[in-house]
């Protein structure tokens, strides 16, 4: 504390000090009651004027003209919030957050929020698009009938890397031994990423020992949480979004991550004219899929809003933006052929069938397996 601060107790007695402060509370209190009465949820503090819909999605997970479009079409605005990670979604909503729409979460985690009684269901006579969409990815596991979920994209849990460094250092890029194994480890030490996402690394670690990426048993979970320990020491960081600007600025050679951040990586290192390309690779062992989809929060506070927002995203237009603009895999039928030569012709981003056979999907863990998991997770990032 410094002499001013001194003097002013000093001049002060407790009583007159706190009489003050008394009456300083009564009077903003007094100030708050004849203040015009606001709008707004229990998370947000911002509402915008006029009609607008809240989107609750992954970062880079929306293209611009789409959003430009639609807020023209209805005269209204689309405000994203951001997640990236699961994780951090869930805990947010676990937390009482309320005031988003739409949501954008993969099929594991919309069982999950069915499971907790977080979901609308879904009027499907509202969804005039809905017909084009690939049945594909319709009815699956996690929502059959699709009660609660409308599917928006989906995207390969993948290897981005830096060719030119990784084609110098001789080293493979078709293999989970990139990230986990030491003797190429070595090489890139403090130049890799991996996800900040408990279910994504083991995911990666259980395919790289040939094991599914839903294996509960607690033998194969505990090598794999062996595995990652061995390889961490290399690793730069746990990275949960920030490795597509890494990636892309050459300050990291590899990352594991989403096929459409590597996507983006590699557009913004062609932008910003590096002497190098962003390039993908695709594990021979396997890989997560990831199917996002819309759903909409019990709480929405803009229903109507949400299902006109659904409904412009599936169309062919929308969807075949989002491939092209995002590297997002379409789930439209009708979009392909909206969709750019280099994009559809990428693998990482429409695999072909040899892929598709070693692809799975992350599905929820029991309440024993998670608590465990969550142990092990702890055990990592704390060692």
Do not use: C
């Given at each position: 504390m410094n002499q001013t601060m001194k003097s002013v107790f000093r001049s002060l007695s407790f009583r007159a000090f706190l009489g003050g402060i008394i009456a300083l509370a009564f009077a903003l209190f007094l100030a708050g009651c004849n203040k015009a009465p606001e709008h707004k949820t229990a998370t947000?503090?911002?509402?915008?004027?006029?009609?607008?819909?809240?989107?609750?999605?992954?970062?880079?997970?929306m293209a611009r003209e789409t959003v430009a479009r639609f807020e023209k079409s209805c005269d209204c605005r689309l405000i994203e919030d951001y997640f990236s990670d699961h994780e951090e979604m869930l805990a947010k909503l676990a937390a009482g957050a309320t005031g988003y729409d739409i949501m954008v979460p993969t099929g594991n985690?919309?069982?999950?929020?069915?499971?907790?009684k977080t979901l609308q269901k879904i009027d499907k006579s509202r969804l005039k698009n809905l017909s084009q969409l690939n049945p594909q990815f319709l009815n699956l596991w996690f929502d059959p009938e699709n009660q609660y979920s409308v599917p928006y994209g989906y995207s390969l849990t993948i290897i981005g890397y830096n060719a030119e460094k990784i084609?110098?250092?001789?080293?493979?890029?078709?293999?989970?031994?990139?990230?986990?194994?030491?003797?190429?480890?070595?090489?890139i030490k403090g130049k890799i990423t991996v996800m900040d996402s408990q279910?994504?690394?083991?995911?990666?670690?259980?395919?790289?020992?040939?094991?599914s990426v839903n294996d509960e048993d607690d033998k194969h979970l505990l090598e794999a949480r062996d595995v990652i320990l061995k390889a961490k020491p290399y690793w730069a960081a746990f990275n949960a979004s920030?490795?597509?600007?890494?990636?892309?600025?050459?300050?990291?050679?590899?990352?594991?991550?989403?096929?459409?951040?590597?996507?983006?990586?590699?557009?913004?290192?062609?932008?910003?004219?590096?002497?190098?390309?962003?390039?993908?690779?695709?594990?021979?062992?396997?890989?997560?899929?990831?199917?996002?989809?819309?759903?909409?929060?019990?709480?929405?506070?803009?229903?109507?809003m949400a299902y006109e927002l659904i409904d412009f995203l599936i169309d062919k237009k929308s969807t075949a933006e989002l491939s092209n603009l995002t590297g997002s895999g379409s789930v439209n039928t009708e979009s392909l052929s909206l969709i750019i030569p280099e994009v559809r012709n990428n693998k990482a981003v429409f695999?072909?069938?040899?892929?598709?056979?070693?692809?799975?999907?992350l599905k929820d863990f029991s309440a024993d397996k998670r608590r465990y998991l969550n142990r092990l997770w702890t055990e990592i990032k704390a060692n």
């Open positions: 947000h503090t911002d509402e915008p004027a006029g009609k607008f819909v809240r989107f609750y999605n992954w970062n880079n997970y985690v919309v069982e999950t929020l069915i499971k907790q084609a110098e250092l001789g080293l493979p890029t078709d293999t989970w031994a990139l990230v986990f194994d030491p003797q190429y480890l070595e090489k279910r994504e690394l083991f995911g990666a670690a259980l395919r790289y020992l040939g094991y920030s490795y597509i600007k890494e990636l892309a600025s050459g300050d990291i050679w590899v990352a594991h991550g989403y096929s459409n951040d590597m996507f983006q990586s590699a557009q913004d290192a062609v932008a910003a004219k590096r002497p190098f390309t962003i390039k993908t690779g695709l594990p021979k062992e396997g890989a997560v899929l990831a199917i996002d989809n819309m759903v909409i929060h019990k709480s929405a506070p803009h229903p109507d695999p072909d069938e040899q892929l598709q056979k070693k692809l799975e999907m």
